[in-house]
């Protein structure tokens, strides 16, 4: 029936442009435009529509910031005690598909190969783009066990490189400061946006009977490590989010 219909529209255009020669060619590329069959859809970005379940939680394929961010990697946080499993958090991170041509190096290296190579992680955070990592609570703890954990990380990575100075110190503060009278209740939700025009951060706390709150980090220094302890390679705190995303980038380098 589409068919048809098509068909008695081109025919129709046709007898319009035999029967009247006197159309100017305002019209006439007017009349082609109508006429043209419609563009093919474009093929979705993400991989996949389906929610993704990490330890039964889900996760969407896709999220909306300043523009569609797909979820490219997940993972958990966990420890071993006496060979109990304790699992703290799950992650998502959300990238844009277009991240993967600033990789192209890396092309037809495995995703054990990738999760192994700090320097291909490096390329990952600096490269351009939205960046939006989702982390949600399975085991509940306080925000300021959360807060040290953070701060630790972001300290001695910035120590390290010789850039804890006195404006990073308090910039850290206030992120511990931040997560200091919260609960992480099971299911509670912390997002970290990396926007792609800035060199900052916003962090949100939601959770369960209360209104989400934020916090935006404004040093770069500080923003940067926060990338590294969740995408860092080798040094991130999540190895299975490291392995996933390194598996799914390596899949998309291969196309």
């Given at each position: 029936?589409?068919?048809?219909?098509?068909?008695?529209?081109?025919?129709?255009?046709?007898?319009?442009?035999?029967?009247?020669?006197?159309?100017?060619?305002?019209?006439?590329?007017?009349?082609?435009?109508?006429?043209?069959?419609?563009?093919?859809?474009?093929?979705?970005?993400?991989?996949?529509?389906?929610?993704?379940?990490?330890?039964?939680?889900?996760?969407?394929?896709?999220?909306?910031?300043?523009?569609?961010?797909?979820?490219?990697?997940?993972?958990?946080?966990?420890?071993?005690?006496?060979?109990?499993?304790?699992?703290?958090?799950?992650?998502?991170?959300?990238?844009?598909?277009?991240?993967?041509?600033?990789?192209?190096?890396?092309?037809?290296?495995?995703?054990?190969?990738?999760?192994?190579?700090?320097?291909?992680?490096?390329?990952?955070?600096?490269?351009?783009?939205?960046?939006?990592?989702?982390?949600?609570?399975?085991?509940?703890?306080?925000?300021?066990?959360?807060g040290v954990q953070l701060?630790?990380?972001?300290?001695?990575?910035?120590?390290?490189?010789?850039?804890?100075?006195?404006?990073?110190?308090?910039?850290?503060?206030?992120?511990?400061?931040?997560?200091?009278?919260?609960?992480?209740?099971?299911?509670?939700?912390?997002?970290?946006?990396?926007?792609?025009?800035?060199?900052?951060?916003?962090?949100?706390?939601?959770?369960?009977?209360?209104?989400?709150?934020?916090?935006?980090?404004?040093n770069a220094n500080v923003?940067?490590?926060?990338?590294?302890?969740?995408?860092?390679?080798?040094?991130?705190?999540?190895?299975?989010?490291?392995?996933?995303?390194?598996?799914?980038?390596?899949?998309?380098?291969?196309?």
């Amino acid at each position: 029936m589409q068919r048809e219909e098509e068909m008695g529209l081109n025919i129709s255009c046709t007898l319009i442009f035999l029967c009247d020669s006197s159309l100017n060619i305002s019209f006439l590329l007017l009349l082609h435009h109508l006429c043209s069959p419609p563009p093919n859809p474009q093929p979705h970005p993400c991989l996949g529509t389906e929610m993704v379940m990490v330890d039964e939680i889900p996760f969407p394929p896709q999220i909306t910031t300043a523009k569609p961010l797909c979820l490219l990697g997940y993972g958990i946080t966990d420890i071993e005690i006496h060979f109990l499993q304790i699992k703290f958090t799950a992650i998502g991170v959300y990238l844009e598909p277009e991240i993967v041509g600033h990789l192209q190096p890396w092309k037809g290296k495995s995703g054990k190969e990738l999760a192994e190579n700090d320097d291909f992680f490096e390329a990952l955070i600096s490269a351009p783009g939205e960046k939006f990592l989702r982390i949600v609570v399975i085991k509940e703890i306080k925000g300021s066990q959360y807060g040290v954990q953070l701060e630790s990380a972001v300290r001695d990575r910035l120590a390290a490189d010789d850039k804890y100075e006195e404006e990073e110190e308090e910039a850290l503060e206030k992120v511990v400061e931040f997560f200091q009278s919260k609960y992480f209740k099971k299911d509670s939700i912390i997002t970290f946006h990396f926007p792609a025009t800035s060199f900052t951060a916003e962090i949100v706390f939601a959770t369960e009977g209360k209104e989400e709150s934020k916090i935006t980090v404004e040093n770069a220094n500080v923003v940067e490590m926060i990338k590294k302890w969740y995408l860092g390679g080798t040094r991130g705190v999540s190895p299975t989010t490291i392995s996933a995303l390194a598996n799914t980038l390596a899949t998309e380098l291969s196309k």
